[in-house]
């Protein structure tokens, strides 16, 4: 099972962003999906997640600018960032609760880097 980010790049404050990430490989079920940032010297923190409902949550700094989604027919969750701000620059990791056979476990992608920058 794979986590497979892109996305990122080089934009301008204000401007948007979409990060993508779709899982491939053999599992039985995607429970909860989500995005993490770590910026550099700095923890990995948590900026959105959505349950395989639809139900969506996300850190108090990106409510109103960014939005999670996901298309469970594609195994694909996404990020759409707007209004994107310097300190929005980080790495991002997708992250994703894949259940294989019977058990579940914690899959991440492998980042993408996203520079807000003028």
């Known amino acids: 099972v794979q986590l497979q980010a892109s996305g990122g790049g080089l934009v301008q404050p204000g401007g948007s962003l979409r990060l993508s990430c779709a899982a491939s490989?053999?599992?039985?079920?995607?429970?909860?999906m989500g995005w993490y940032r770590q910026a550099p010297g700095k923890q990995r923190d948590l900026v959105a997640s959505?349950?395989?409902?639809?139900?969506?949550n996300y850190a108090d700094s990106m409510k109103g600018r960014f939005t999670i989604s996901r298309d469970n027919a594609k195994n694909t969750v996404y990020l759409q960032m707007n209004s994107l701000k310097p300190e929005d620059t980080a790495v991002y990791y997708c992250?994703?609760?894949?259940?294989?056979?019977?058990?579940?476990?914690?899959?991440w992608g492998q980042g993408t880097q996203v520079t807000v920058s003028s």
């Open positions: 992250s994703a609760q894949i259940v294989v056979g019977f058990v579940q476990y914690d899959y």
């Open positions: 490989g053999r599992f039985f079920a995607i429970n909860a």
């Open positions: 959505i349950t395989s409902g639809g139900v969506t």
